[in-house]
């Protein structure tokens, strides 16, 4: 008895390879869709936080963490020391530090939700941190990490797409942030993390 197997023919291969690559595309468009998604969160975060700070500077006449009233208004906050700076890193542990204790001002003042108790800094999409930091003249309203992509598209759609210059600098996802020091360029390396700071 003679057996004959029978392979699969040219077009049956075809069919599937054009079904895994239909479902390939689909899994690829899919995050590239998440991965908008998170970016367009982080804008919309970082315009949040900005105007949680100017309205607190509106409403109070003092800048969130650096209000040396603030105990009065709310018995369980913390007071600045009023000298109009807001002194520590934005991605400060001390618990003490201007740059923490504007969290909990913004969050008693019913700014920015969240449990007033905590001064930790609130988090963003990409699974980082938000922080402020005072500069000369200013605020630094910064996320770390960042991948590059995300970096990039955030700068092109805020700033000008050049990481060291206009009001949106990038810098080392790691160590302080000096704000006249911004990277010139970003790393070819798509693994790279960065920090990204705005001017308020």
């Known amino acids: 008895m003679v057996c004959t197997q029978r392979g699969f023919t040219l077009i049956e291969i075809s069919i599937v390879l054009i079904i895994i690559g239909l479902l390939l595309g689909g899994v690829l468009k899919g995050q590239e869709m998440i991965n908008d998604a998170k970016i367009r969160n982080i804008e919309q975060d970082m315009a949040g936080i900005a105007a949680a700070i100017h309205t607190y500077q509106d409403r109070y006449k003092a800048l969130p963490g650096d209000d ?53 800094q609130p988090r963003h999409a990409a699974g980082g941190l938000f922080g402020v930091q005072g500069k000369s003249g200013g605020l630094l309203l910064c996320a770390r990490p960042l991948t590059k992509k995300f970096a990039e598209i955030i700068d092109a759609h805020q700033d000008d797409g050049q990481p060291d210059k206009g009001v949106i600098r990038v810098f080392a996802a790691t160590g302080a942030i000096d704000f006249s020091a911004p990277l010139t360029s970003y790393d070819s390396d798509e693994s790279t993390a960065y920090s990204l700071c705005k001017i308020l």
């Open 68 to 120: 040396k009233r603030a105990a009065g208004r709310w018995a369980a906050a913390s007071d600045g020391d009023g000298d109009g700076l807001l002194e520590g890193d934005f991605d400060s542990a001390t618990e003490t530090d201007e740059s923490r204790i504007m969290w909990r001002h913004l969050r008693y003042a019913g700014l920015l939700q969240g449990d007033p108790a905590q001064s930790g």
